[in-house]
């Protein structure tokens, strides 16, 4: 999902000596992994009001402007610092349209309905192969809905390191970088967050949902 390390490094040697064109090819490189990322994580109902690409440009934007302490002091892996920056920025959005604005987003859930969790959708279509059969895709698409039913019944860190791990492909490395644990701790989450998840598809099952 991320753009390959080796190129995002040349373009922030280039950035850091003030190269105007690199920056902008850098944060353009970013642009579409950080769509996704905000579009697996946005509260449908803040989604009704704000569109994901909105927030992407306020991030890249920050980004932008705290480039130069980032290259200053690189404690992370740029693609990691870009997620945190997203993350932020995510929270301070539900927080002006979700929590101050309560009330007037409670009362467009006729709209949220009729967005039909549009999130995980467009999640699932990024997911499909063009390469499937029709029968194929078929049976995927419903795995993925499945996977995607079942994920939202996690508790958020459960659900959080398997976004990270399934749906962003990051390693576990990296996974423990961007949440701050040391890589057997990642790691342990991880299985940990797995074996919830296959309880949940188990239960489905066993009440005739699966």
Partial sequence: MWPDSEQTKELIRSAA???????????????????????????????????????????????????????????????????????????????RHRLAQ???????????????????????????????????ATIRKELEQRFLAALAQLDEDDREIMLMRHCEHLGNSE????LGLTPPAAGMRYLRAVRRLRDVLGSDQL???G
């Fill in 207 to 209: 009440s005739g949902r």
């Fill in 17 to 95: 000596v003030g190269d105007d064109v690199a920056v902008n090819a850098l944060m353009d490189r970013h642009r579409i992994a950080l769509r996704q990322m905000v579009q697996m994580r946005m509260d449908k109902a803040v989604a009704a009001r704000v569109d994901a690409s909105d927030i992407v440009q306020e991030i890249l934007v920050e980004a932008s402007q705290r480039l130069s302490d980032y290259v200053r002091n690189p404690t992370l892996p740029f693609h990691l610092w870009l997620r945190q920056l997203a993350k932020d920025q995510m929270i301070d959005t539900y927080r």
């Fill in 175 to 178: 996974v423990a970088a961007a």
């Fill in 102 to 136: 309560r009330r007037s987003v409670d009362r467009e859930r006729s709209l949220d309905a009729a967005y039909s969790d549009q999130s995980s959708l467009n999640l699932a279509a990024r997911l499909a192969d063009s390469e499937l059969t029709p029968a194929a």
